[in-house]
Every structure is written in structure tokens, then in C-alpha cells.
């Protein structure tokens, strides 16, 4: 039996990945599931098309800047002003970097969103996003 809201959802989750500069990424039916996020399988395939070189992570530090540290924090801690108590912004600098998910599924997140952090589809490049993902890379603790 065809469940037509998770057909609309995988075709919404395929559109955006279509739109994105990557060719040959092939979607499958299947979506994983990880901390509340629905995340095209194939999400982890993805690459960032971006060097972290020290223009793009200065660039990424200004990103960082203005769309992230409000709810991340200036260290990206995820104590940031507006970061929600009941439902706290992730906290970038922690965890082991084999612990942290493939630079696709960071990307979808952060494409995306989920309440409460806002989809920046709208807002930003998907350059800038790549970019910002660069930078944050560099905050994580190993």
C-alpha cells in the first residue's frame, strides 16, 4: 500500500538534492532516520565541493558569525543567546570527528533545518553553506 505522505516527503527530500551541484546521486526509497531528522540515504554519499583553504574558512567564520552564533555560541557550544533550553542548539565542538556525520547529511541539515533551527535554504547559497560547514569542521574537538 503506497503511503502518499511519505511519497510527498521523499519527493520534497529528492527535489532538493536535485537542485544541488552534485551529479550522478542516485535516490533510493530508502530514508534514515538519526536524532529526528529524516535524511536521504544517499546523503552521505555527498562531498563537500569546498577546500577548506584559509579564504573559505575565513569566509566561513563570518557565516558563522551572523547565522550561527546566536544559537551555537561563539565557540559553537551550542550556548548561544537564543539558543533554546528545552531543545538546545547542537553542540559543534564535541564528540570524536569519526563521530560526526558525513559532510551530506550536515549539509541537508543545515539546508533544511529543523525546529528549532531554521532551514537556510532561503537565506544562503548553498556555497555558503559548504563553506560554513568548513569552518565549523574546525571546531570540533577530537
Known amino acids: ?7 510527498a516527503g521523499w519527493l520534497g527530500a529528492a527535489a532538493v538534492v536535485a537542485a544541488l551541484p ?3 546521486v542516485l ?3 530508502a530514508a534514515r532516520q538519526g536524532a529526528g531528522w529524516t535524511i536521504p540515504a544517499t546523503a552521505a554519499e555527498l562531498k563537500s565541493p569546498v577546500a577548506p583553504t584559509p579564504e573559505v574558512l575565513k569566509r566561513g567564520a563570518s557565516i558563522f558569525e551572523s547565522r550561527c552564533r546566536p ?5 559553537g557550544k551550542g550556548n548561544g543567546p537564543l539558543s533554546d533550553p528545552a531543545h538546545p542548539a547542537a553542540d559543534l565542538t564535541a564528540g570524536v570527528k569519526a563521530d560526526w556525520p558525513p559532510d551530506g547529511e550536515l549539509f541537508y541539515r543545515v539546508w533544511n533545518g529543523k525546529k528549532p533551527m531554521p ?3 532561503s537565506e544562503v547559497s548553498q556555497e555558503d553553506v559548504w563553506t560554513v560547514l568548513e569552518f565549523v569542521k574546525t571546531l570540533k574537538k577530537d
Do not use: D, T
Request: include cysteine; charge should be neutral; glycine fraction near 14%.
Open 1 to 7: 500500500m503506497l503511503n502518499h505522505g511519505r511519497l
Open 22 to 24: 552534485i551529479h550522478s
Open 27 to 29: 535516490w533510493g526509497e
Open 71 to 75: 544559537c551555537h555560541g561563539p565557540e
Open 119 to 121: 532551514a537556510f535554504k
